[in-house]
């Protein structure tokens, strides 16, 4: 059964550097093909794709945010770690990692979020 | 940037109707389209990928199409449990884009 988690602060302040976490089961980040996301979604916005990593450590983001975000993983514990930095109240939202399979090309498995705010 | 544009941006519709919604995408994607279900307060579910395959769990009044630039959801018979917003997603290209949204409540 797969399943990923995120966990993180609920609570960072502006220019701050916020670390959050993917934990997964049910599968490997070595194996050929598998692919972590990360996505976050704004209160009451759309959904936001943020960064990818992949099995070859691979990493890919998003163009606006790729200057402030870095994708990691430890195939060891699996887990794949997203650091943003320079953190503003307009990054408020809930952070989803999601995992990808290179043959569907889909989010097809979701952690349960976690919301992140951004306040003095 | 792909940029993913969606239609209507939200809808409002009866138990048993027909149900559609659709996506173009700024260029050409192939079949790399895929659409999630969102209910309120819970993560998005894939519902549609490759355009036109129904995910394993999707109930099978969920179908998805493509015509050129254009990418459909259709839901052939409304159900309660199918008031959610609806985004598609293109993943022809990094960085992966997402459409708008499109609220879809019941009467």
């Known amino acids: 059964q797969v399943t990923l988690r995120e966990s993180g602060p609920a609570l960072v302040k502006p220019t701050q550097t916020l670390t959050l976490t993917c934990t997964f089961s049910?599968?490997?980040?070595?194996?050929?093909?598998?692919?972590v996301s990360w996505i976050r979604q704004p209160p009451g916005k759309a959904l936001e794709w943020l960064a990818l990593i992949d099995w070859d450590d691979d990493k890919y983001y998003s163009t606006s945010l790729q200057t402030r975000l870095t994708i990691s993983k430890d195939t060891s514990k699996n887990q794949v770690v997203l650091t943003m930095t320079n953190m503003d109240p307009v990054d408020t939202a809930t952070y989803y990692c999601?995992?990808?399979?290179?043959?569907?090309?889909?989010?097809?498995?979701w952690g349960q979020g976690t919301m992140v705010t951004v306040s003095p | 940037d792909i940029q993913m544009t969606q239609s209507p941006s939200s809808l409002s519709a009866s138990v048993g109707d027909r149900v559609t919604i659709t996506c173009r995408a700024s260029q050409a994607i192939r079949d790399r389209l895929n659409w999630y279900q969102q209910k309120l307060g819970k993560a998005p579910k894939l519902l549609i990928y490759?355009?036109?395959r129904l995910q394993s769990g999707a109930p099978s009044r969920f179908s998805g199409s493509a015509s050129g630039p254009d990418f459909t959801l259709t839901i052939s018979s409304l159900q309660p449990e199918d008031s959610a917003t609806y985004y598609c997603?293109?993943?022809?290209?990094?960085?992966?884009?997402f459409g708008q949204g499109t609220k879809l409540d019941i009467k």
């Open positions: 049910g599968f490997s980040l070595s194996t050929n093909a598998m692919c």
């Open positions: 999601a995992r990808i399979r290179r043959d569907l090309f889909a989010f097809e498995m």
């Open positions: 490759a355009a036109s």
């Open positions: 997603q293109q993943s022809y290209s990094t960085p992966y884009t």
